[in-house]
């Protein structure tokens, strides 16, 4: 990153929570800025541009999933959702509303710290890459979407269209938690409805020829593409 702090904006009705977050971030070198319901952050993200957003779902006001839809009409500010609710579903219908990641509480100092720093790394990328790009670079992986090739460190893979269509979905999002909704309804257009264990089993081929460094499993809620 440059030599910009990055401004973090932590919207949490919690007292305790979000002083816990702020002095983390202080002590960390980040600039940050606080919001307490969904209305204040809306306006907040509209108002300070913070590079990233952590998100409580639960808002006295609005629900967050809600901020999330009203905010993703305008910006695409990383948003890092924070639920203290242990189901998995408030967690995929914030991914799936756009959302970019998630953190369950309680969390340690050092797990919100390296969300965090997978969002940033996700921005450096951001604003040197037009959102339709031709061509996709990511370590020893290169992938033309137009022509339909992939590369591993020159050479040429050989993917199944479906796993070519997965891994175009994963790469477009990098740094993004996909849900496996998003995933199956995304990659098994139309009529073949696509179901979760054969999702797997070409996550698992995908893996074996790209090698596992590239793609995060989040158990129970979806994929993830890492930059490495
Ligand atoms: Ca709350």
């Not at 995933?183 to 054969?198: I, T």
């Amino acid at each position: 990153m440059s030599e910009q702090k990055t401004s973090v904006l932590v919207v949490e009705d919690d007292a305790a929570v979000r002083n816990l977050i702020t002095t983390a971030l202080s002590s960390h070198g980040y600039e940050w800025t606080s919001a307490t319901t969904g209305a204040e952050a809306i306006v907040a993200i509209n108002a300070s541009l913070p590079n990233i957003v952590l998100l409580d779902l639960g808002l006295p006001d609005i629900d967050g999933q809600n901020v999330i839809t009203k905010v993703r009409a305008w910006s695409q500010v990383p948003i890092i959702v924070v639920s203290a609710r242990s189901d998995d579903l408030d967690k995929i219908q914030a991914l799936d509303a756009g959302a970019d990641d998630y953190l369950s509480k309680p969390f340690s100092v050092g797990e919100l710290l390296a969300r965090i720093r997978t969002a940033e790394r996700h921005l450096s990328y951001q604003v040197r890459e037009e959102p339709r790009e031709v061509t996709f670079s990511n370590g020893d992986l290169y992938i033309d979407y137009v022509a339909g090739v992939v590369q591993l460190a020159g050479e040429d893979l050989h993917l199944t269209p479906k796993e070519f269509r997965l891994l175009c979905l994963l790469a477009r999002n990098v740094g993004r938690v996909l849900t496996h909704q998003f995933l199956l309804r995304e990659a098994w257009e139309g009529a073949q409805e696509g179901d979760l264990a054969s999702l797997r089993v070409f996550m698992g081929t995908l893996r074996k020829k790209i090698g596992s460094r590239y793609i995060q499993t989040h158990v129970g809620v979806g994929y993830r593409m890492v930059r490495v």
